[in-house]
């Protein structure tokens, strides 16, 4: 079976992280070993450049930087494990991936989206999602979730404007590509969340033959 790859997506506190995990689990019942991964991060390299740019020390980094920083971290990401997992035929699961410029550099930050789409085909080598979940919530719910938990990183310390755009980009991405997105209503209790997640993949993997291959249907 081809290697394929699923992304998380939302805003802050949204759940990507908890739900990451029931994903992993649900795609390893399946007898699909996936290679998981985040962005910014995932590679050394990229883990240095995540550092920088979450540190809330860096206050003056320009909108500009921020892009680039965000996309050489996914072109180390793209040649170093995403590109040779798929042509091995892994899946791969990454909390984040291209989407996330589009929303935050380019919904929160105004960067020309144009510009984003050329880096996505140069820097990240035109590698996209095939399936991405959406955790939609209202800004304000997402970030109480985040903001109980410790200081703050670079990000999150943006105003509820920024997150707003961030939002409606998001939802106007999923309007623009509804046969790679899936929106999930993140506001709803956890367990409500991880149902709607589930059947999801679970179409996914049917419509890609995975349960027959793995004989885990009759
Ligand atoms: N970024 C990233 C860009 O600006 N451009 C880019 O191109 C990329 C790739 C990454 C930051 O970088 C930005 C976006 C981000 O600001 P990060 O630390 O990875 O930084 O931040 P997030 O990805 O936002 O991760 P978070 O941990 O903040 O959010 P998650 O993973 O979505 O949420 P999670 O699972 O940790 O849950 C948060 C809390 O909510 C609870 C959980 O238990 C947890 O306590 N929770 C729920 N509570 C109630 N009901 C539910 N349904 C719940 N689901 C989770």
Redesign the pocket.
Known sequence: MKGKLIT?E???????????DALRTQLAQHGIDAVVT????GTPVGEAI?SL??DPARAGLCAET??LL??A??AQLVRELVEPALAAGRWVLS???????????GG??GQPLARIAELERWAAAGVRPDLTLL?D?PVDE?LA??R??GPA?R??MENAHFFEN?RDAYRARAVADPARFRVID?????A???AQVHDVVAAFLDANGAARAQGARP
Do not use: C, H, N, W
């Open positions: 998380l939302g805003g802050e506190g949204a759940g990507k992280s908890t739900v990451l985040r962005e910014p991060g995540r740019l979450l921020e892009l965000m996309f971290s996914r909390d984040r991936f291209t989407d996330a410029s589009f929303a935050y550099q929160g930050r955790l919530l997402g979730r985040v109980g938990r990183d990000i999150e961030v993140s506001s709803r209790p956890l409500y969340v991880l």
